[in-house]
């Protein structure tokens, strides 16, 4: 079945880098696209950019400056990285894949999700 | 960026009708999608589309609308359905979500 999984570091500290990875199974990289999204304790849900199934990606221009977002097809990840990490950069970051519909797309899976901290 | 607004809260009795609203900033057409995320929990999608329900979600859940006005429906509520539910388009880029409702039963 599918599956998405999120790891990485729990904690950062300010001005470092963020960098998370995504394994997925049940699919494959080279037919859908991942996304990464984040949300800030209890609130609502941002979209920080898309790897799409050809290996391009897409970036909310919100991060552009900093996000960087790449794969290794061979071992199903994803990875994101961020630099320049602030405290209001903490937050649960979730890697969702998207369904493709005839105009539109939407997330049909989710990771569970892994918390950043960013703090000294 | 298209920003969407929900109401952020709302409560009803067990077995009720209830429907949460979705404004846009800009039309999405109908690239509106619904998700449900109970605490603790990744979001799960309930309707894509603005009126599909995905599959494996329970026919009591329904959505509609098109351009800027969207609706999702609950008919009729059960105990499990407490969460918040989000709103999300993806038409415009940035895709944006709306705030969240907070759906609790009486």
């Known amino acids: 079945q599918v599956q998405l999984k999120e790891s990485g570091p729990g904690l950062v500290q300010p001005s470092q880098t963020l960098s998370l990875t995504c394994t997925v199974s049940g699919f494959s990289l080279t037919s859908y696209s991942v996304h990464w999204v984040r949300q800030h304790s209890g609130k609502s849900l941002e979209w920080m950019g898309r790897?799409?199934?050809?290996?391009?990606?897409s970036y909310n221009s919100a991060f552009t400056s900093r996000l960087s977002i790449s794969r290794d097809t061979s071992k199903s990840q994803v990875f994101l990285k961020m630099n320049s990490l602030q405290t209001e950069d903490t937050g649960t970051y979730y890697c969702a894949r998207s369904a493709e519909g005839p105009y539109y797309w939407y997330f049909d899976f989710w990771g569970p999700g892994t918390m950043v901290t960013v703090s000294s | 960026d298209t920003v969407l607004t929900q109401s952020p809260a709302l409560a009803v009795s067990p077995g009720e009708r209830v429907t949460i609203s979705c404004r846009a900033s800009?039309?999405?057409?109908?690239?509106m999608h619904w998700y449900q995320q109970k605490p603790g929990q990744q979001p799960k999608l309930l309707i894509y589309?603005?009126?599909n329900l995905e599959s494996g979600v329970p026919a009591r859940f329904s959505g509609s609308g098109s351009g800027t006005d969207f609706t999702l429906t609950i008919d009729p509520v059960e105990a499990d359905d407490t969460a918040t539910y989000f709103c999300?388009?993806?038409?415009?880029?940035?895709?944006?979500f709306g705030a969240g409702t907070k759906l609790e039963l009486k």
């Open positions: 800009e039309s999405v057409s109908t690239g």
């Open positions: 790897m799409w199934s050809d290996g391009d990606t």
């Open positions: 589309g603005a009126s």
């Open positions: 999300q388009q993806s038409w415009n880029d940035p895709y944006t």
